[in-house]
C-alpha cells in the first residue's frame, strides 16, 4: 500500500535534548513538508522540499533542522534551540503540478512531549 | 499574500441537519482548493479538491463544496449530517502566484448533536 508514515506515534523527551522525527512516503511524490500543529490551532509550515537536497524554511523554522537525502525520506531534528517544542508534528508529500501543488498526503502524526 | 479564511472556529449541528462550513480565499487567480478532515490525534484526510475543473465538486463521506470566483468562496456543505462527522475541517488553497505552498484556513471544529 502507498502512503505515508510517521515513527514515532509519541515521543517524549527532557529538555535540552535534541530529537528526530522520522517521515517516510512510498508515493514517488516530489514534495514534502513539516508542519506544527498546536491544540485548538491550525497548521503552521516548518519546513519544505521540492527535490532531494534542498529544503526551505517555512513559517516557523528556527530552532528546526530536516534533511533530504532521499525522495522517500524528509526527517525533522527538533533541536534545544526551539523554545516550545511540545506539540503534534504532522508530515506530508505532494506532486507539484504545474499550475500548483496536487493535494497533500498527511502521515498519522507525532505527538511530542518535552518535559 | 495569499490568505484563507473559516468563519466559525466552532460550528454545531443537530444530527440530520444540514452542515455548512465557510471558506473565502483571498488571490485573485483561481487557485487550486481544497477541504480536508481531522480527527483527534490523527493526521489530515483529503474531502475533496477543485482543480478548475466542475464548480462543484462532490468528496467522500457526502461532503461537496461549490467553487464561486465571484465571492472567492468554497464552502463545504453536507445535506444531513452525521455522528460521525464530528471533527476539524480545513480549508487550503494552492495558489501558483504563492510557489510551491499550500495555505491552510485555521480549521472549524464541527461538533454534532444527537
Known amino acids: 500500500d502507498g502512503g505515508i508514515t510517521q515513527s514515532p506515534k509519541y515521543l517524549f523527551r527532557k529538555e535540552g535534548q535534541n530529537v528526530t522525527l522520522s517521515c517516510e512516503q512510498n508515493?514517488?511524490?516530489?514534495?514534502m513538508y513539516w508542519y506544527r500543529q498546536d491544540p485548538g490551532q491550525g497548521l503552521r509550515l516548518i519546513y519544505y522540499?521540492?527535490?532531494?537536497?534542498?529544503?526551505q524554511k517555512g513559517d516557523i523554522a528556527e530552532g528546526y533542522s530536516v534533511s533530504r537525502e532521499k525522495k522517500e525520506s524528509f526527517p525533522l531534528t527538533v533541536t534545544s534551540a526551539q523554545k516550545n517544542p511540545t506539540a503534534f508534528y504532522l508530515c506530508?508529500?505532494?506532486?507539484?503540478?504545474?499550475?500548483?501543488?496536487?493535494?497533500?498526503?498527511f502521515g498519522p502524526g507525532t505527538r511530542l512531549t518535552v518535559t | 499574500a495569499q490568505s484563507v479564511t473559516q468563519l466559525g472556529s466552532h460550528v454545531s449541528v443537530s444530527e440530520g441537519a444540514l452542515v455548512l462550513l465557510r471558506c473565502n480565499y483571498s488571490?485573485?487567480?483561481?487557485?487550486?482548493l481544497f477541504w480536508y478532515v481531522q480527527y483527534p490525534n490523527q493526521g489530515l484526510q483529503l474531502l475533496l479538491k477543485?482543480?478548475?475543473?466542475?464548480?462543484l465538486v462532490k468528496g467522500i463521506n457526502g461532503f461537496e463544496a461549490e467553487f464561486k470566483k465571484s465571492e472567492t468562496s468554497f464552502h463545504l456543505t453536507k445535506p444531513s449530517a452525521h455522528m460521525s462527522d464530528a471533527a476539524e475541517y480545513f480549508c487550503?488553497?494552492?495558489?501558483?502566484?504563492?510557489?510551491?505552498?499550500?495555505?491552510f484556513g485555521p480549521g472549524t471544529r464541527l461538533s454534532v448533536l444527537p
Open positions: 506530508a508529500s505532494s506532486y507539484i503540478l504545474r499550475g500548483g501543488l496536487d493535494e497533500q498526503y
Open positions: 508515493l514517488n511524490h516530489d514534495a
Open positions: 477543485y482543480t478548475s475543473a466542475a464548480t
Open positions: 487550503a488553497v494552492s495558489d501558483p502566484d504563492y510557489g510551491q505552498n499550500f495555505v
Open positions: 488571490s485573485s487567480v483561481p487557485p487550486y
Open positions: 522540499s521540492q527535490i532531494v537536497n534542498d529544503f
